[in-house]
């Protein structure tokens, strides 16, 4: 056993991939989503390829209460958490902020601000307590770049930017690594959600390039935990070859 993995967010796109990639690796997994049936099929399938341990968390990274109860239950070993990756997130809607819809702010706000928050409290006691810990945002291209009608995602990732840096800070004194991923476009359920299930529209975005996939992040999320202890990436941005930043997008 190498180590053990909190990924948020597992059930699909970049979280699922960071999971088969370290169990592949021969890591210990916790993943976690809202999606239960997802999670199960996940653990049954690394558990039978890989061998390792997979542990299953359902809770939603917007309920304070149950984030804090889910790891607060973490028993024996699986409090070793030796890489956190903070993947949970989403995009709702591509709208001018004065037509934008509130609820979907909140969510967008609550899920990749507030939800990286609260997972990160949690986990972070255990990490001090071990003296040695790696905390991985999965921030975005939009978190560098505002580009039209992003305003209420951009913010949410600046935000995790913003985090990233303030983390790396306070938690320097412990050993604790922090860094932060940010991608561009990539081909997971993302833009399924961001336009709420209107399958034509998702696939529109991909169309005329070649769009990074989730097994591209995966092996990255693993290089950056994997370089030596006294080695950290602060800020890694990674697009697809036609893509210049969040805005530039090359299609054929
Ligand atoms: P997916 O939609 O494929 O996966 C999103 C994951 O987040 C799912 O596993 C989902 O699980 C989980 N999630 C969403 N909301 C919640 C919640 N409230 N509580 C718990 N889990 C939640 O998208 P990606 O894999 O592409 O996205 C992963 C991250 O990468 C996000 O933070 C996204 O913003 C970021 N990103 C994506 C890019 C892209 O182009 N795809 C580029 C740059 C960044 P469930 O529904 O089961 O809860
Ligand atoms: C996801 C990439 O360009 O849709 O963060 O904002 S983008």
């Not at 390829?49 to 973490?74: C, M, N, P």
């Not at 609550?110 to 001090?128: C, E, F, H, R």
């Not at 992003?150 to 913003?162: L, M, P």
């Not at 081909?187 to 299930?197: A, I, Q």
Request: proline share 3%; with cysteine.
């Amino acid at each position: 056993m190498k180590g053990t993995i909190l990924v948020t967010g597992a059930t699909s796109g970049f979280g699922e991939a960071c999971a088969e990639k370290f169990a592949r690796e021969g890591y210990h997994v916790i993943i976690t989503g809202r999606r239960q049936e997802r999670l199960e099929t996940l653990k049954a399938r690394l558990e039978k390829d890989f061998g390792v341990q997979v542990l299953t968390l359902q809770f939603d990274v917007r309920d304070k209460a149950a984030t804090e109860q889910a790891i607060a239950a973490l028993a024996g070993d699986w409090k070793n958490i030796d890489i956190l990756v903070n993947n949970a997130g989403l995009a709702l809607a591509l709208t001018p902020v004065d037509e934008g819809n509130t609820d979907d702010w909140d969510t967008m706000l609550d899920t990749n601000v507030k939800g990286l928050l609260y997972v990160s409290k949690a986990v972070i006691p255990l990490m001090k307590a071990r003296g040695k810990g790696h905390i991985i945002n999965i921030g975005s291209t939009a978190a560098k770049t505002v580009y039209a009608k992003g305003n209420v995602y951009c913010a949410s990732k600046s935000a995790v930017d913003a985090l990233t840096q303030g983390m790396r800070i306070d938690l320097l004194p412990y050993g604790i690594k922090v860094t932060a991923i940010h991608p561009g476009a990539a081909e997971t359920e993302f833009s399924l959600v961001r336009f709420k299930g209107d399958q034509r529209k998702a696939d529109d975005v991909y169309k005329g390039f070649e769009p990074l996939k989730g097994e591209d992040i995966a092996d990255i999320v693993f290089y950056c935990s994997t370089l030596p202890k006294h080695v950290c990436i602060n800020d890694l941005v990674v697009t697809p070859t036609a893509q210049a930043n969040a805005y530039y997008i090359h299609k054929q």
